[in-house]
């Protein structure tokens, strides 16, 4: 895979980067030194909040570090502003996609940035300077399609052009597979590789180890704002990376005791999702049951139905026909304030804006939903009652944050333990999870799945919607795939299917459904 | 987290200070470049409203009808509702009580006053509910309906107050004289201090407890902090886009029929002018904190007091302390200086 000699100078050095943040003090970089060589695939690992997202921020210039330099093949910069180290050939291809879907692919490259003729865009320029671009990096795109046609890997494949057509030469990948099926990960590695043929420098930043093992050939490892360790890939294992991620060994596999499934306590029939407009319907013929003890993991490429599904099982968006069914109850018509009333629980994807109010109080955000509970007498919160319940709950979860402080002041994983710690207040026959560990990192996630396992051994039923394979194999007893808003394959995971499988009903190669899996199989 | 919290204290209260202190800067400068005695023009601004019984009482009582349309606005804020329309429904809420004395008789005794004014609360509360209906029936911007609802109402009650209404008697543009014991007692003569000041001070503990303490309060303000977690814990959202313009349209209506009852003593034409905007600028200064609207709304009629004071003894005009109130507005409205303290230079990501 190595490709450049060992002997080349560092094409980027940074040196003594510190960062503090002057909101809230918080060293997000604490005097990290990070060297990336010629032409290398660089990863730059660790859990949220390690600190690589304000390290690469730093480089391209949105971040003007306390104290430190960055070196260019040992030439000192100081970049204040992202036009200054695009200048000097560093580009981010950023997490979410920040492209215009009215625009073509042309449109959306060239933007900021266009050729002309005169005083005027010249778009015939535009179009032969991004076909040239298209063809000499090997991808594979029409410059004129409008950007709202293109999958989630084409955007991405439009921001990485964006990024070239500026001519970088050092590439900064934000968790690029985050929102991409196996088959798209091969394919944006293949990429990768190309790109690194051509000369490029390319630092990955990512918490996923497999890919850094399969593509990186160095890795850098952050935790809590330091650079913890810099290993050659073909050197270490990710036992060992993560064991520096997180400082101590992680269980990669969840152990998962045989299933004891009960009677249904969840079950959609037909269940279809209009919007007024639109010809064709965002969900078509769901039909699912979640029994007690199980649980049911729903996966989807994004835009394929799972946030619809979400918004319409927790009555937030709900059902436009069909016939779902809460312990028995018809509840197919009932919005999100029946359902809460019934005791629905739900951990929704949306953590930071439906989930939490983050201006509001640790406390507030503990009591919504419940907090006809904490009446007294005359209409006001009785307040032992609620400190009681607030100091029980934070000590059952974890969370060491006094109830009075902006839910806005938590780590991802505490505000993830906060909502846990609501929808869980009660035992419950029927919990809804959606994208339970999204942006956490490796022990938060953890802790979620023990609770998962907890209540699924309760004898609970679990619904649980992820577009993360790792998760949704790993925990589901049932799988089902949705794909353009239909559900095209159910996969009993008692033995744990194969994850490309999986990938590929995602990507709607596999299309077999033939009623529920657990009836018939 | 703690110094989180410490910082944010600090910050609201230099950005605070600095805004009241850049108004008072103002003040000064207009009148130094506007008067031919500055000197004494300052003096009788700054020490006018303390020097006698008289214009203490006056500066106090033109707090109250600001306390209130503050307090008004301050709740629908919470809600992230905007009442524009304060002006009309102030405006509303004094005719009310000329229109009710009219049916109902003194003759009713201790209850007549509070059914006049419980009766202006309702007719204020109408009209804000107006938008709060349509702004839940059809989404409609409550912001652009509050303030076009309230400027047409603005000219109808002016048209009833010079037409219908009109005091033959004199040629004053009001109504004639409420009559006697349909007035709130007068407290601290010679000055027009009235009762109103105390229900005033009540409601802001009331709205206090009622915003923070209780059940409601709490889905008011989640509502107006992230109306989307509401909906998710299962609050009825829908109906926190009436009640707050509900609670907001009584208080102005309120303000409106104290002003009446306690000052005026007839319906003015015009008497309600400003005191709806001031009460939005009362509000922001507060952070829509309701015993925050107190001191808020009594430093922005301390500049209108002393401002007519110095008028009175010297050669500057009104409208050096609308000046002022301006400044005041506008910086109040301009989150940067807050932001300046709290996070320091750093751009924001």
Redesign the interface.
């Known amino acids: 895979m190595s490709l450049n000699s060992e002997s080349g100078p560092p094409l980027l050095e940074m040196r003594g980067i510190t960062v503090i943040?002057?909101?809230?003090?918080l060293k997000a970089n604490d005097g990290v030194d990070l060297t990336v060589r010629d032409g290398e695939i660089h990863a730059l690992v660790g859990e949220n909040g390690a600190g690589k997202t304000t390290l690469m921020?730093v480089l391209y210039g949105?971040?003007?570090p306390q104290e430190g330099e960055i070196l260019l093949e040992g030439k000192i910069h100081h970049f204040h502003h992202p036009h200054e180290a695009a200048a000097e050939g560093i580009g981010m291809v950023p997490q979410h996609f920040e492209v215009i879907p009215e625009f073509t692919v042309t449109q959306n490259i060239v933007l900021g940035r266009e050729p002309r003729r005169g005083i005027l865009y010249s778009p015939r320029r535009a179009e032969a300077a991004v076909t040239k671009l298209i063809k000499d990096h090997g991808f594979n795109l029409d410059p004129r399609t409008p950007a709202s046609d293109l999958s989630v890997s084409q955007l991405q494949q439009v921001e990485i052009l964006k990024v070239l057509y500026r001519k970088a030469r050092i590439l900064i990948l934000d968790e690029p597979t985050a929102v991409l099926t196996e088959q798209e990960i091969h394919a944006l590695f293949d990429t990768l590789r190309h790109l690194q043929s051509l000369g490029k420098t390319i630092i990955l930043i990512t918490h996923k180890l497999a890919e850094v093992m399969e593509i990186s050939r160095r890795v850098s490892v952050m935790r809590k704002g330091r650079l913890e360790a810099v290993r050659n890939t073909e050197e270490t294992s990710r036992a060992e990376l993560s064991r520096l991620m997180v400082g101590r060994e992680v269980l990669f596999d969840v152990a998962k005791p045989p299933r004891n499934t009960g009677d249904p306590v969840y079950a959609i029939r037909r269940g279809c999702v209009h919007r007024r407009g639109q010809v064709k319907p965002l969900l078509e013929d769901i039909d699912l049951t979640v029994h007690r003890g199980e649980i049911l993991g729903i996966t989807a490429v994004a835009g394929n139905g799972l946030s619809e599904l979400e918004d319409a099982v927790?009555g937030?968006e709900p059902f436009s026909s069909g016939e779902v069914r809460l312990r028995g109850q018809d509840v197919a018509h009932w919005d999100?304030?029946k359902?809460?009333?019934a005791g629905f629980a739900?951990v929704?994807s949306?953590r930071l804006?439906?989930?939490?109010?983050?201006?509001?109080s640790v406390g507030?955000n503990l009591?919504?939903?419940d907090?006809?509970g904490f009446?007294n007498s005359?209409?006001?919160?009785h307040r032992e009652k609620t400190q009681r319940f607030l100091a029980e709950r934070l000590n059952a979860y974890g969370v060491s944050?006094?109830s009075s402080?902006p839910m806005g002041?938590l780590s991802g994983g505490n505000i993830q333990r906060c909502i846990l710690a609501r929808e869980l207040s009660h035992s419950r026959e029927f919990v809804l999870f959606a994208e339970p560990t999204w942006g956490l990192d490796i022990a938060s996630a953890e802790y979620v799945y023990r609770r998962l396992l907890e209540l699924r051994a309760q004898g609970t039923g679990i619904l649980m919607l992820s577009s993360n394979l790792d998760e949704i194999v790993g925990l589901s007893d049932t799988i089902l795939v949705l794909y353009h808003g239909r559900v095209v394959g159910a996969l009993d995971n008692r033995i744990k299917v194969d994850k490309e499988l999986v990938g590929e009903y995602m990507l709607g190669v596999r299309d077999d459904f033939a009623g529920e899996c657990h009836e018939g199989a | 987290?703690r110094?989180?919290?410490r910082?944010e204290v600090t910050a609201n209260f230099l950005s605070l200070a600095l805004t009241l202190g850049a108004a008072f800067f103002f003040l000064a400068l207009l009148i130094f470049l506007l008067s031919g005695e500055p000197r004494r023009a300052l003096q009788y601004l700054f020490i006018g409203p303390f020097s006698n019984p008289y214009y203490f009482g006056n500066w106090i009582n033109a707090s109250v009808p600001l306390i209130l349309t503050g307090l008004g606005a301050a709740v629908a804020f919470q809600a992230s509702l905007f009442n524009l329309g304060g002006e009309g429904q102030v405006y509303v809420g004094g005719l009310s009580v000329y229109l009710l004395s009219l049916v109902i008789a003194p003759g009713a005794g201790v209850f007549a006053l509070p059914l006049l004014i419980g009766g202006a609360a309702l007719a204020g509360a109408a009209v804000a509910g107006l938008s709060g209906f349509f702004k839940m029936r059809w989404r409609t911007d409550e912001l652009i309906s509050s303030f076009l609802i309230s400027s047409a109402l603005i000219l109808i009650v002016d048209q009833l107050i010079t037409g219908p209404f009109k005091d033959p008697h004199t040629n004053l543009m009001a109504t004639p004289v409420l009559p006697r014991g349909l007035s709130l007692g007068r407290i601290f003569p010679p000055s027009s201090l009235n009762g109103s000041l105390f229900i005033a001070l009540a409601l802001a503990v009331l709205l206090f407890?009622y915003l923070y303490?209780?059940?409601?309060g709490?889905?008011t303000?989640?509502c107006g902090?992230?109306r989307?977690?509401?909906?998710?814990?299962?609050?009825?959202v829908n109906r926190y886009f009436l009640l707050p313009l509900l609670y907001s349209g009584a208080l102005h209506g309120l303000a409106g029929a104290l002003a009446v009852t306690g000052t005026y003593g007839k319906v003015l034409k015009g008497f309600s002018a400003g005191m709806g905007w001031n009460g939005i600028a009362v509000a922001l200064i507060a952070r829509n904190h309701p015993l925050w609207v107190i001191p808020a709304a009594l430093f922005f009629a301390f500049l209108e007091s002393g401002a007519k004071i110095a008028m009175i003894h010297t050669d500057i005009t009104l409208e050096v302390s609308t000046v002022a109130q301006a400044v005041v507005f506008f910086l109040i409205t301009s989150r940067w200086i807050r932001e300046y303290f709290?996070?320091?230079t750093?751009?924001q990501?």
């Open positions: 943040y002057s909101h809230n003090h921020k949105l971040i003007t927790a937030m999100s304030r359902l809460r009333r739900y929704p949306n804006h439906r989930g939490a109010s983050l201006e509001s507030e009591v919504v939903a907090h006809h009446l005359w209409g006001g919160f944050a006094p402080v002041t | 987290m110094e989180l919290k910082r407890f303490r209780t059940h409601q709490y889905e303000r989640l902090v992230n989307e977690f509401a909906r998710y814990g299962g609050i009825p709290l996070y320091g750093g751009r990501t």
